[in-house]
């Protein structure tokens, strides 16, 4: 029973150790996220004043319609790299936040 014990408190001794690497982790990591959402908008906005001034040198109305589907494509294939790249970020956000639950599982289980 007292082997136990010791292997419990052992395991959250070694949890408290590793936090500060995983916050340093989750932190890079969602700093990460923040800097690819700012650069995506900042991209997003910079194509749509270019389509805006496409749109207003147009003559025709084939030109405007042939713009705004170019358009429309181009956004949507963007959007999906986004969210793409932005859900492998949040997956690695989530494994950094529950860094610290595996390790001290794999303490108590000795398996370290």
């Given at each position: 029973m007292t082997k136990d014990f010791d292997v419990i408190e052992h395991a959250g001794n070694g949890q408290l150790n590793g936090v500060p690497w995983t916050l340093s982790s989750f932190s890079t990591v969602l700093h990460a996220i923040f800097a690819e959402?700012?650069?995506?908008?900042k991209k997003s906005v910079e194509s749509r004043l270019a389509v805006v001034e496409k749109l207003l040198g147009a003559k025709s109305l084939e030109t405007v319609i042939q713009i705004q589907s170019e358009y429309a494509k181009t956004a949507y294939a963007?959007?999906?790299a986004q969210a793409t790249k932005m859900g492998d970020l949040h997956s690695n956000l989530a494994k950094a936040a529950f860094k610290p639950a595996e390790q001290a599982i794999a303490n108590m289980q000795g398996t370290k």
């Open positions: 959402g700012a650069d995506y908008t963007a959007f999906v």
